[in-house]
T-cell receptor, first 111, second 111 residues
Framework: KQEVTQIPAALSVPEGENLVLNCSFTDSAIYNLQWFRQDPGKGLTSLLLIQSSQREQTSGRLNASLDKSSGRSTLYIAASQPGDSATYLCAVSSGNTPLVFGKGTRLSVIA | DGGITQSPKYLFRKEGQNVTLSCEQNLNHDAMYWYRQDPGQGLRLIYYSQIVNDFQKGDIAEGYSVSREKKESFPLTVTSAQKNPTAFYLC??????????FGSGTRLTVV
């Protein structure tokens, strides 16, 4: 059964710092991987979707990489801002099975 | 604008009562999903449907029921058999094997 782990569980950084969030998964036979952002009490907002044939995706200050063989993905956030404070969730899909989520990384960016 | 609408935003259930959470999408997505989120537990899959008039149980289906009579709608009923229903409920939709779009969630509280 697929399991997704996110490290660290919480992270606090000063404004302007570049940072990396980590995601690992146990079954490398994935179809795609998706990164989400969740603000307190809100739904999930999709940030990046990486298909299994891709190595990375970029959107603005965000860059997500995927290494299927090692079962890892990273989300890189450049020049962090207080507005980036949120919980970031990683989720993987294996073929026809629904997304399996990690427990998230709670990020605080201090001004 | 295309998206997913969940209602109500807040819902209160008395002991022994069934309640129904609404989820409607206008994205023309074939697949729809219900997840439950508890503090520190991440998102757990309740039910999903990949086509009208068909649905499958997820990891925590006991005490819940669904229907998929229309492509746009996937209501979730929390029955009296669900002993600990207090949680944040999230509905999502996707093209089969595509990225997921989430609604803004319903917070259910037992009173």
């Amino acid at each position: 059964k697929q399991e997704v782990t996110q490290i660290p569980a919480a992270l606090s950084v000063p404004e302007g710092e570049n940072l990396v969030l980590n995601c690992s998964f146990t079954d490398s036979a994935i179809y795609n991987l998706q990164w989400f952002r969740q603000d307190p009490g809100k739904g999930l907002t999709s940030l990046l979707l990486i298909q299994s044939s891709q190595r990375e995706q970029t959107s603005g200050r965000l860059n997500a990489s995927l290494d299927k063989s090692s079962g890892r993905s990273t989300l890189y956030i450049a020049a962090s801002q207080p507005g980036d404070s949120a919980t970031y969730l990683c989720a993987v899909s294996s073929g026809n099975t629904p997304l399996v989520f990690g427990k998230g990384t709670r990020l605080s960016v201090i001004a | 604008d295309g998206g997913i609408t969940q209602s109500p935003k807040y819902l209160f259930r008395k002991e022994g009562q069934n309640v129904t959470l609404s989820c409607e999408q206008n994205l023309n997505h074939d697949a729809m999903y219900w997840y439950r989120q508890d503090p520190g537990q991440g998102l757990r899959l309740i039910y999903y449907s990949q086509i009208v008039n068909d649905f499958q149980k997820g990891d925590i289906a006991e005490g819940y029921s669904v229907s998929r009579e229309k492509k746009e709608s996937f209501p979730l009923t929390v029955t009296s058999a669900q002993k600990n229903p207090t949680a944040f409920y999230l509905c999502a939709s996707s093209e089969v094997l595509g990225g997921y779009t989430f609604g803004s969630g319903t917070r259910l509280t037992v009173v």
